[in-house]
């Protein structure tokens, strides 16, 4: 077997040897085959380079089309060799490595540009004959014999050698000759077409406009158009054409005959339907693609007044964990059986199911109360998803979420209402699945004000919108402030100062925690030096810093921190790092490693929050944390008097096991002086709260620290 060609030209001249060697059985023509491969290869050329153009243009491929029919390609079998040709082997040899499914989708539109630049060359030089056809029929109706017989044998040369389908009637409708292409075209039996009425070729797709422009032109009103048209052939298959009538006037005028010239365009027309069939629904399920779905949608939207829509948009809960363990293939399956129970869920008119992808599926319903139906859709589809369906012998339970968005057509776009089915779905899945959840306009503003924000922080800390505001920690003994609580707010463009609660979750979500969380260590552990060396007579501050838990698996935590306390010169005992109990609860020895480095390196770690993670005390052995901080659920108990017995016996308690434990205790959310006083007579060490101060900016606390001194 030979070596597969290596270069592109050498690709090129394989792909032309390929087309020619299908081209030269079909093609009456004086050339050799490697003669007419010779010929192939700059169109060839072309179409390789059409493959390639950015963006794609038709009139490349039109031009390889219409230069077949100039070099005398046009028996009915070149074009569709052709095209078979083109499909099956250019982009494989002309095509670039890596683009495949795109070069795929390019080369069936540059098909449909090659069919339709033959079809248009072959027509014009059909029209060019008919003129020498009705040239030679006039003429030899009114010359001598011999002139009669020279001009019908050029009229037969011309006639029956014709590549396209060739018919003259009377001006009754009458056939009186055909040609051997038109008889080819309906099956092969001239004498059911010769004699026959051209009445009897109606069909139930010709528009009414077609029998209208005939009866003009047997008037001799006009003296030619030109439809497209369907017939019945006899064995019922139906032939599509494109149809050119012409009138043929004596010598004198008058109107005599019809000439009829038609274009077999079925296989095109099959190749277009099979194309748009392709590129609008889904390969796997066979369900409506996002295309089609888009389309109807559209349509729905612009009923006009009055008119309503539904929508249910569904996402399979867990298919991803169906993928993980069993597989795609199974996964596929699983997706086409979920998609024949949901085709079978919408089948009232106005309804339809599409695939947009993955295991996200839509349903649509149309009419005047689709309040009502869109509900019943959603049930019926929830139903359906109920029986276990089996896969590769397993019973799979299917769950799934379900968004409902109903309302007027006319007050949406398609994709703001896709955008809030999908949102709504979402917030279903967030409410644990397998549920179904009508849009809620507030709801919307919110997520899609949370998917701005989370696409904005990137730009954000780029920018410098980031700002740290510091929050004092007050010993309760002296009421003398130790230190601060370092707390990052974002400067927001449109929206003002935002809080950490709504975008620190999503800087985790997107792993911007990480570059966040650093630059707020660093600007913290700079802050806290300015402090010791400009206010070194109101004693030690120290600055507590917040870890998430991205942070606390990220490999640089130690590096970094040490790195930071290095270049700027404060010693690690200034330095506090806060982490939840909930980050805590159940951590290995691998993500405590790297905090007892940090803790055998002088840095204290507070454990946050502490009270709302319900984690065992007797775990505080093992933690290396040497602060224990209450959550303010149990200051906010102490406002009102009488406080609950209970409630002081277990932050006793929680105290007196921190100070057993050498854990100094830390009380957040103090707003009262009652308070205060109560946590100090409880043998709290430090507390921090609007009834010392707000957090402020790095000034605030020196102008604490130092009127502590004075």
């Known amino acids: 077997m030979s070596a597969e060609p290596d270069g592109p030209e050498d690709r090129l001249r394989r792909f032309a040897t390929i087309w020619s060697?299908?081209?030269?059985?079909?093609?009456?023509?004086?050339?050799?085959?490697?003669?007419?491969?010779?010929?192939?290869?700059?169109?060839?050329?072309?179409?390789?380079?059409?493959?390639?153009?950015?963006?794609?243009?038709?009139?490349?491929?039109?031009?390889?089309?219409?230069?077949?029919?100039?070099?005398?390609?046009?028996?009915?079998?070149?074009?569709?060799?052709?095209?078979?040709?083109?499909?099956?082997?250019?982009?494989?040899?002309?095509?670039?490595?890596?683009?495949?499914?795109?070069?795929?989708?390019?080369?069936?539109?540059?098909?449909?540009?090659?069919?339709?630049?033959?079809?248009?060359?072959?027509?014009?030089?059909?029209?060019?004959?008919?003129?020498?056809?009705?040239?030679?029929?006039?003429?030899?109706?009114?010359?001598?014999?011999?002139?009669?017989?020279?001009?019908?044998?050029?009229?037969?040369?011309?006639?029956?050698?014709?590549?396209?389908?060739?018919?003259?009637?009377?001006?009754?409708?009458?056939?009186?000759?055909?040609?051997?292409?038109?008889?080819?075209?309906?099956?092969?039996?001239?004498?059911?077409?010769?004699?026959?009425?051209?009445?009897?070729?109606?069909?139930?797709?010709?528009?009414?406009?077609?029998w209208k422009l005939y009866e003009e032109l047997v008037r001799g009103e006009r003296?030619?158009?030109?439809?497209?048209?369907?017939?019945?052939?006899?064995?019922?298959?139906?032939?599509?054409?494109?149809?050119?009538?012409?009138?043929?006037?004596?010598?004198?005028?008058?109107?005599?005959?019809?000439?009829?010239?038609?274009?077999?365009?079925?296989e095109r027309r099959l190749l277009h339907l099979r194309l748009r069939y392709e590129a609008t629904h889904d390969a796997l399920t066979g369900l409506p693609n996002r295309t089609l779905f888009f389309e109807r949608l559209e349509k729905a939207l612009a009923a006009g007044k009055g008119a309503r829509f539904?929508?249910?948009?569904?996402?399979?809960?867990?298919?991803?964990?169906?993928?993980?363990?069993?597989?795609?293939?199974?996964?596929?399956r699983l997706l086409v059986e979920v998609a024949d129970r949901l085709q079978a869920c919408a089948t009232a008119p106005g309804e339809m199911v599409a695939r947009l992808g993955g295991d996200e599926f839509v349903a649509l319903t149309t009419g005047p109360d689709t309040e009502r139906g869109v509900d019943e859709l959603a049930g019926r589809i929830m139903h359906a998803l109920a029986t276990p369906i089996s896969v590769d012998g397993r019973e799979l339970t299917v769950r799934g979420s379900i968004g409902i968005v109903e309302g007027p057509a006319a007050d949406r776009g398609a994709a703001e209402v896709l955008r809030s089915a999908d949102i709504t779905m979402y917030r279903a899945k967030h409410a644990g699945g397998n549920r179904c959840e009508l849009a809620d306009p507030e709801a919307d503003a919110r997520a899609i004000t949370r998917h701005g924000l989370t696409t904005a922080l990137p730009v954000a800390l780029e920018r410098g919108e980031f700002f740290i505001e510091y929050q004092p920690l007050v010993h309760l003994g002296d009421g003398s402030v130790r230190g601060a609580e370092a707390l990052v707010r974002w400067l927001h463009p449109q929206h003002g100062v935002i809080g950490p609660d709504r975008f620190?979750?999503?800087?985790?979500?997107?792993?911007?925690?990480?570059?966040?969380?650093?630059?707020?260590?660093?600007?913290?552990?700079?802050?806290?030096?300015?402090?010791?060396?400009?206010?070194?007579?109101?004693?030690?501050?120290?600055?507590?810093?917040?870890?998430?838990?991205?942070?606390?698996?990220?490999?640089?935590?130690v590096s970094d921190t040490v790195e930071i306390l290095e270049r700027t010169g404060l010693a690690p005992g200034a330095l506090c790092l806060e982490v939840t109990e909930s980050a805590l609860i159940g951590a290995d020895d691998d993500?405590?490693?790297?905090?007892?480095?940090?803790?055998?390196?002088?840095?204290?770690?507070?454990?946050?929050?502490?009270?709302?993670?319900?984690?065992?005390?007797?775990?505080?052995?093992?933690?290396?944390?040497?602060?224990?901080?209450?959550?303010?659920?149990?200051?906010?108990?102490?406002?009102?008097?009488?406080?609950?017995?209970?409630?002081?016996?277990?932050?006793?308690?929680?105290v007196s096991l921190a100070h057993s434990l050498d854990l100094a205790v830390t009380v957040e959310g103090v707003e009262t002086g009652a308070q205060a006083d109560q946590l100090r007579e409880l043998g709290c060490d430090t507390a921090q709260g609007w009834y010392y101060a707000r957090p402020g900016p790095p000034d605030r606390l020196h102008e604490l620290a130092l009127a502590d001194v004075l």
């Open 21 to 210: 060697r299908a081209l030269f059985p079909a093609t009456a023509t004086s050339l050799t085959r490697p003669e007419l491969e010779r010929q192939l290869e700059p169109l060839a050329r072309r179409l390789r380079d059409a493959l390639a153009e950015r963006p794609f243009r038709a009139a490349t491929g039109e031009s390889v089309g219409a230069a077949l029919v100039e070099a005398d390609c046009t028996e009915p079998e070149t074009l569709s060799r052709t095209l078979d040709v083109v499909d099956a082997y250019l982009v494989l040899y002309c095509g670039a490595q890596g683009e495949r499914e795109e070069l795929r989708a390019r080369c069936a539109r540059l098909q449909h540009a090659v069919a339709a630049g033959f079809a248009r060359a072959l027509r014009e030089r059909t029209l060019a004959e008919q003129e020498a056809i009705s040239r030679a029929a006039l003429a030899a109706r009114g010359t001598v014999a011999e002139a009669l017989h020279a001009s019908e044998a050029r009229f037969r040369a011309v006639f029956h050698g014709a590549a396209i389908g060739i018919g003259i009637a009377d001006l009754d409708g009458t056939v009186l000759e055909v040609n051997d292409a038109l008889v080819r075209m309906f099956g092969g039996l001239e004498h059911q077409l010769r004699g026959r009425n051209v009445g009897e070729w109606s069909h139930p797709d010709d528009s009414p406009h077609v």
């Open 223 to 266: 003296e030619h158009y030109r439809v497209e048209k369907a017939f019945y052939r006899p064995d019922g298959t139906v032939l599509w054409t494109n149809l050119t009538v012409s009138l043929l006037r004596d010598a004198d005028g008058v109107p005599q005959y019809q000439l009829a010239l038609v274009e077999d365009t079925t």
């Open 310 to 332: 539904g929508l249910c948009y569904l996402d399979l809960d867990g298919f991803k964990a169906i993928n993980d363990s069993l597989g795609h293939a199974a996964g596929d």
């Open 504 to 557: 620190i979750p999503l800087a985790e979500h997107t792993g911007l925690i990480v570059p966040l969380g650093r630059w707020v260590l660093e600007e913290s552990v700079r802050q806290a030096r300015t402090w010791q060396a400009r206010h070194a007579d109101a004693g030690p501050l120290r600055v507590n810093v917040n870890l998430s838990p991205c942070q606390l698996t990220h490999p640089g935590l």
């Open 591 to 654: 993500l405590l490693k790297p905090l007892r480095h940090l803790a055998e390196m002088g840095v204290d770690i507070a454990l946050d929050d502490f009270g709302t993670g319900y984690s065992n005390l007797a775990n505080l052995r093992r933690l290396p944390v040497s602060v224990l901080k209450l959550d303010r659920a149990f200051t906010q108990g102490m406002q009102h008097y009488p406080v609950d017995p209970v409630d002081l016996k277990i932050v006793e308690g929680i």
